[in-house]
């Protein structure tokens, strides 16, 4: 057949580390982070001859620049991070829960729905207690439909939940047109904008407080559930292995259901915040492609969620200063894309090295015959 | 420059992490010959050959094929030097036909013609006496053909050095010397051929040279007409085997679980239980030999409920006096099982993929089992932390700390957390499957010990075994299982290794009778 292969060795090796120790890891993180920057900063700099630094302080601004856009920046963490404890439980169970978009947009009608429909019949807090209920209930039953098919008939559940988003969205498209104000406009327009009916209040003096004050709770929450509740331990066992919850007694099933309906619901919270607690209205893009971003959060911090905070904040804040770059330099949105992908491939490929080390392969053994 | 050698390895050596899996190996294959690979479990056999088939690729050390060193970084590197391994678990795609598996991956240039890949593969299975219709689907197949297709899909690809690890561990006696029949066709043809066995009535019926390996290290060959099986055993193990384990004599039997009539389909349909009648009592072990895969696994966790039961009943004796309250298992999940005051504990063949989660630390391991003791919402973590450190320390597990992954910790290791764990929680039954399996000589003993302990306390024991001279000196009566049935079940102290042996591989058609 083909010619034998040449006696030569491979340059280094792959190996998985046994472990490795907190500020190692944190040392690659950073390394990968400044990394990151030089790699845009060459990119800026051969595409527009800007200097990076300035580009950067662009950056910075766009996402603190003012206590308006700070506040822009904490509300969008917020209801990424939401979304991303949502899923959390899912994936540590290993679903693949690739259906928060759909979560958030069913959240989001329902929220909407009730705003318009039972707007000003009700005092405020009143409306939203029955929207956040009710937002959580649809979010619920979206991802309890995928759980259930799964549970049953162990079908494919990342595809399941991917075409569901594909149904919320449509289901947004037609109640958009129904409600859609003014007539024509093909958009809905700022719900209840004179009485400001079923709008978060503001809290402690902050326009978004409530949006905070609802997501730390869950942070916290779904932090204790997973690390100390006899739920989370069963999530985590099922996740690791099959065989061995069923070992242990634990109907996967039962768990898989469960978690969904959790799951599900806080994604639909989710979507009662980005309707009533930010955009005040309602669009095939209320979910923004958050459903999916979330997904990074919740596996970069590996379902950790206080690290997810920080990822959150991270990504946000280099969506807010790449609009901003956009802007002020006329560097167009793609570009501020690039740089985004640049530095979380450098984050997400840094996992890689702190999972696995290289060795050099000594040159003592490698000569031929 | 002429060599005699179809395969030389010179100094290989292999590690994976601290395990040192082949060391400085040094070892020829010669042309036209069957070499029998021979050691105990975990003694480096099948890595040294995925070393030569390109599935590893070597530390330290060189390989020369036909005399020149070579590198085989992939199976593709392999099988163009004419290496080809014949895996003990098979890699087809079941819903391709024979021919279409065997052409898969082939880089032939035209189209793909597969009406003359068929007539070559008819050709080659003429030539070396196989049987196998080249348009049959892979699902339809019996496994004895699946392992045809896997030989003459490496044959087709032109190997001239075949590996096959542990052939007959799936096959029935018939089929086992219609594969050696084929073997010997194939030496004649000039190909070398390598088995992987640890079987030694094999290795003296088929192969012209014996190698033995032992914890990794190459301890020599010998030609086969030169040794017998004693003189074998001896090379594997390094000494005359003298295990003595104590084994104190059974006091107070009490039944514990009456089995009857169980029949257990696997997931193809087959029979893997075949109407399966013993008892387990208290105050003994009862030992399970057979061949891998002869209903071992299904056996347990049929008893343990997570397993779907054809017919049969498992009755379980709470009650000392072995009187009323017995109850039926069947259709029990395993919860319902402990939930109904089952006291069963089972050490599971799979260690990390069943009995154990490999990414938690010892602690959270313990409350596998009591988790759901205690508080209504949150777990409660003392107590098994508690017990980990006892485990930890009664056993001398050998741990970074009781919250360190125990999928880090050496096997030896994660089996004592395994077994100190099910004995912790005081059964009346401990089954146990391939409990020794890859553990060194020590830690062996240390789960002997611990079995005994468990049988002096009344404990039922079920020990599933591989090592028949273990059986032996273990057991107080061991039940042989062949293809599903039983074969006997023999007292511990008076049977001979050739009679469990036996009986393993051929089916007493008389048995009932004889006992």
């Given at each position: 057949?083909?010619?034998?292969?040449?006696?030569?060795?491979?340059?280094?090796?792959?190996?998985?580390?046994?472990?490795?120790?907190?500020?190692?890891?944190?040392?690659?993180?950073?390394?990968?982070?400044?990394?990151?920057?030089?790699?845009s900063?060459?990119f800026i700099?051969?595409l527009t001859?800007?200097?990076?630094?300035?580009?950067?302080?662009?950056?910075?601004?766009?996402?603190?620049?003012?206590?308006?856009?700070?506040?822009?920046?904490?509300?969008?963490?917020?209801?990424?991070?939401?979304?991303?404890?949502?899923?959390?439980?899912?994936?540590?169970?290993?679903?693949?829960?690739?259906?928060?978009?759909?979560?958030?947009?069913?959240?989001?009608?329902?929220?909407?729905?009730?705003?318009?429909?039972?707007?000003?019949?009700?005092?405020?807090?009143?409306?939203?207690?029955?929207?956040?209920?009710?937002?959580?209930?649809?979010?619920?039953?979206?991802?309890?439909?995928?759980?259930?098919?799964?549970?049953?008939?162990?079908?494919?559940?990342?595809?399941?939940?991917?075409?569901?988003?594909?149904?919320?969205?449509?289901?947004?498209?037609?109640?958009?047109?129904?409600?859609?104000?003014?007539?024509?406009?093909?958009?809905?327009?700022?719900?209840?904008?004179?009485?400001?009916?079923?709008?978060?209040?503001?809290?402690?003096?902050?326009?978004?407080?409530?949006?905070?004050?609802?997501?730390?709770?869950?942070?916290?929450?779904?932090?204790?559930?997973?690390?100390?509740?006899?739920?989370?331990?069963?999530?985590?066992?099922?996740?690791?292995?099959?065989?061995?919850?069923?070992?242990?007694?634990?109907?996967?099933?039962?768990?898989?259901?469960?978690?969904?309906?959790?799951?599900?619901?806080?994604?639909?919270?989710?979507?009662?915040?980005?309707?009533?607690?930010?955009?005040?209205?309602?669009?095939?893009?209320?979910?923004?492609?958050?459903?999916?971003?979330?997904?990074?959060?919740?596996?970069?911090?590996?379902?950790?969620?206080?690290?997810?905070?920080?990822?959150?904040?991270?990504?946000?804040?280099?969506q807010?200063?790449a609009i901003?770059i956009a802007t002020?330099f006329g560097l167009n949105d793609f570009a501020a894309n690039v740089i985004t992908g640049i530095?979380?491939?450098?984050?997400?490929?840094?996992?890689?090295?702190?999972?696995?080390?290289?060795?050099?392969?000594?040159?003592?053994?490698?000569?031929?015959? | 420059?002429?060599?005699?050698?179809?395969?030389?390895?010179?100094?290989?050596?292999?590690?994976?992490?601290?395990?040192?899996?082949?060391?400085?190996?040094?070892?020829?294959?010669?042309?036209?010959?069957?070499?029998?690979?021979?050691?105990?479990?975990?003694?480096?056999?099948?890595?040294?050959?995925?070393?030569?088939?390109?599935?590893?690729?070597?530390?330290?050390?060189?390989?020369?094929?036909?005399?020149?060193?070579?590198?085989?970084?992939?199976?593709?590197?392999?099988?163009?030097?004419?290496?080809?391994?014949?895996?003990?678990?098979?890699?087809?795609?079941?819903?391709?036909?024979?021919?279409?598996?065997?052409?898969?991956?082939?880089?032939?240039?035209?189209?793909?013609?597969?009406?003359?890949?068929?007539?070559?593969?008819?050709?080659?299975?003429?030539?070396?006496?196989?049987?196998?219709?080249?348009?049959?689907?892979?699902?339809?197949?019996?496994?004895?053909?699946?392992?045809?297709?896997?030989?003459?899909?490496?044959?087709?690809?032109?190997?001239?050095?075949?590996?096959?690890?542990?052939?007959?561990?799936?096959?029935?006696?018939?089929?086992?010397?219609?594969?050696?029949?084929?073997?010997?066709?194939?030496?004649?043809?000039?190909?070398?051929?390598?088995?992987?066995?640890?079987?030694?009535?094999?290795?003296?019926?088929?192969?012209?040279?014996?190698?033995?390996?032992?914890?990794?290290?190459?301890?020599?060959?010998?030609?086969?007409?030169?040794?017998?099986?004693?003189?074998?055993?001896?090379?594997?193990?390094?000494?005359?085997?003298?295990?003595?384990?104590?084994?104190?004599?059974?006091?107070?039997?009490?039944?514990?679980?009456?089995?009857?009539?169980?029949?257990?389909?696997?997931?193809?349909?087959?029979?893997?239980?075949?109407?399966?009648?013993?008892?387990?009592?208290?105050?003994?072990?009862?030992?399970?030999?057979?061949?891998?895969?002869?209903?071992?696994?299904?056996?347990?966790?049929?008893?343990?409920?997570?397993?779907?039961?054809?017919?049969?009943?498992?009755?379980?004796?709470?009650?000392?006096?072995?009187?009323?309250?017995?109850?039926?298992?069947?259709?029990?999940?395993?919860?319902?099982?402990?939930?109904?005051?089952?006291?069963?504990?089972?050490?599971?063949?799979?260690?990390?993929?069943?009995?154990?989660?490999?990414?938690?630390?010892?602690?959270?391991?313990?409350?596998?089992?009591?988790?759901?003791?205690?508080?209504?919402?949150?777990?409660?973590?003392?107590?098994?932390?508690?017990?980990?450190?006892?485990?930890?320390?009664?056993?001398?597990?050998?741990?970074?700390?009781?919250?360190?992954?125990?999928?880090?910790?050496?096997?030896?290791?994660?089996?004592?957390?395994?077994?100190?764990?099910?004995?912790?929680?005081?059964?009346?039954?401990?089954?146990?499957?391939?409990?020794?399996?890859?553990?060194?000589?020590?830690?062996?003993?240390?789960?002997?010990?611990?079995?005994?302990?468990?049988?002096?306390?009344?404990?039922?024991?079920?020990?599933?075994?591989?090592?028949?001279?273990?059986?032996?000196?273990?057991?107080?009566?061991?039940?042989?299982?062949?293809?599903?049935?039983?074969?006997?079940?023999?007292?511990?102290?008076?049977?001979?290794?050739?009679?469990?042996?036996?009986?393993?591989?051929?089916?007493?058609?008389?048995?009932?009778?004889?006992?």
């Open positions: 057949m083909s010619s034998p292969a040449i006696h030569t060795a491979p340059l280094v090796r792959i190996a998985k580390r046994d472990g490795i120790a907190l500020w190692k890891s944190c040392l690659i993180r950073l390394a990968a982070v400044f990394l990151a920057l030089v790699l900063g060459l700099y051969s001859k800007l200097n990076p630094v300035d580009v950067y302080k662009a950056m910075y601004d766009g996402a603190f620049g003012t206590s308006r856009r700070t506040w822009i920046t904490v509300r969008e963490v917020m209801t990424l991070l939401c979304i991303a404890i949502g899923l959390a439980p899912a994936f540590k169970m290993r679903f693949w829960n690739i259906g928060a978009e759909g979560q958030v947009l069913i959240g989001g009608i329902v929220t909407a729905g009730m705003m318009i429909h039972l707007g000003n019949t009700m005092s405020t807090p009143l409306l939203l207690l029955v929207m956040g209920v009710a937002s959580l209930a649809a979010g619920a039953v979206w991802g309890l439909i995928p759980a259930l098919f799964k549970a049953r008939w162990n079908t494919n559940e990342t595809l399941f939940t991917l075409m569901l988003n594909y149904v919320a969205i449509q289901l947004t498209s037609y109640c958009v047109s129904l409600w859609e104000n003014p007539y024509g406009s093909n958009v809905v327009g700022q719900i209840n904008q004179q009485t400001r009916s079923g709008w978060f209040p503001e809290l402690f003096g902050i326009s978004c407080g409530l949006n905070v004050l609802l997501v730390l709770v869950l942070t916290v929450g779904m932090y204790i559930y997973l690390r100390y509740s006899k739920q989370g331990y069963e999530i985590a066992v099922l996740g690791e292995s099959v065989n061995t919850a069923r070992y242990a007694g634990i109907k996967p099933s039962k768990v898989i259901i469960r978690t969904m309906i959790l799951s599900g619901a806080i994604c639909g919270l989710a979507g009662f915040i980005a309707v009533a607690g930010a955009d005040h209205t309602i669009s095939v893009d209320t979910a923004g492609g958050r459903g999916f971003t979330a997904i990074i959060v919740a596996w970069i911090a590996k379902f950790n969620t206080f690290v997810m905070l920080l990822i959150s904040l991270l990504l946000v804040f280099l807010q200063g901003e002020q530095i979380l491939f450098c984050i997400i490929g840094s996992e890689f090295f702190i999972n696995y080390r290289l060795i050099p392969r000594s040159g003592k053994e490698a000569k031929g015959a | 420059m002429a060599t005699e050698y179809a395969v030389e390895l010179r100094g290989v050596t292999k590690t994976f992490g601290p395990v040192v899996a082949n060391d400085r190996v040094d070892l020829q294959i010669h042309r036209g010959e069957i070499l029998s690979l021979l050691g105990e479990n975990g003694s480096g056999k099948t890595t040294l050959m995925n070393m030569l088939s390109g599935i590893y690729y070597p530390d330290a050390g060189e390989i020369l094929v036909n005399g020149k060193a070579v590198t085989i970084h992939s199976p593709k590197d392999a099988f163009d030097l004419g290496i080809g391994m014949i895996h003990q678990h098979f890699k087809l795609v079941d819903v391709l036909t024979a021919t279409e598996n065997i052409v898969l991956g082939l880089k032939e240039p035209g189209r793909l013609d597969l009406k003359a890949a068929a007539r070559r593969i008819r050709e080659i299975c003429d030539k070396y006496g196989f049987a196998v219709d080249p348009e049959k689907k892979i699902y339809d197949m019996s496994v004895s053909e699946k392992q045809t297709v896997e030989i003459v899909k490496v044959l087709y690809r032109g190997a001239n050095i075949l590996i096959l690890d542990e052939p007959t561990a799936v096959l029935t006696p018939q089929e086992t010397a219609r594969l050696f029949a084929v073997l010997r066709n194939m030496k004649a043809d000039g190909k070398s051929i390598v088995i992987i066995t640890h079987k030694l009535h094999e290795v003296m019926e088929i192969s012209d040279r014996v190698a033995v390996l032992r914890k990794g290290a190459y301890v020599g060959d010998v030609a086969t007409c030169d040794t017998d099986p004693q003189k074998l055993t001896d090379m594997m193990v390094g000494h005359a085997v003298t295990l003595n384990i104590d084994r104190p004599e059974p006091k107070e039997r009490t039944k514990r679980l009456e089995v009857r009539g169980l029949t257990v389909r696997n997931q193809y349909g087959v029979k893997a239980l075949d109407d399966v009648t013993f008892d387990v009592y208290g105050g003994e072990i009862l030992g399970i030999a057979g061949i891998s895969g002869c209903g071992q696994k299904e056996l347990l966790e049929s008893i343990a409920g997570l397993q779907r039961i054809e017919t049969g009943s498992i009755r379980y004796f709470p009650a000392d006096d072995g009187g009323q309250t017995e109850k039926e298992l069947v259709g029990m999940s395993p919860l319902a099982i402990k939930k109904a005051g089952v006291a069963l504990s089972f050490v599971p063949e799979d260690r990390l993929g069943m009995g154990l989660v490999g990414s938690m630390g010892m602690t959270d391991n313990m409350m596998l089992r009591s988790y759901r003791k205690g508080l209504p919402i949150f777990t409660n973590r003392r107590d098994p932390k508690k017990l980990a450190e006892q485990v930890r320390e009664q056993l001398e597990v050998v741990t970074p700390g009781v919250n360190t992954p125990v999928r880090r910790l050496s096997g030896g290791n994660v089996q004592k957390v395994l077994v100190g764990r099910e004995i912790a929680a005081a059964p009346k039954v401990l089954m146990t499957a391939y409990a020794v399996r890859g553990l060194d000589i020590n830690t062996s003993y240390t789960i002997y010990n611990l079995l005994t302990a468990q049988k002096i306390e009344g404990v039922a024991v079920v020990y599933v075994g591989e090592d028949l001279d273990v059986l032996l000196e273990l057991c107080d009566r061991i039940l042989v299982l062949c293809s599903g049935k039983v074969n006997g079940i023999l007292d511990g102290r008076t049977t001979t290794k050739e009679e469990v042996g036996l009986r393993m591989t051929n089916l007493q058609e008389k048995e009932g009778a004889a006992q």
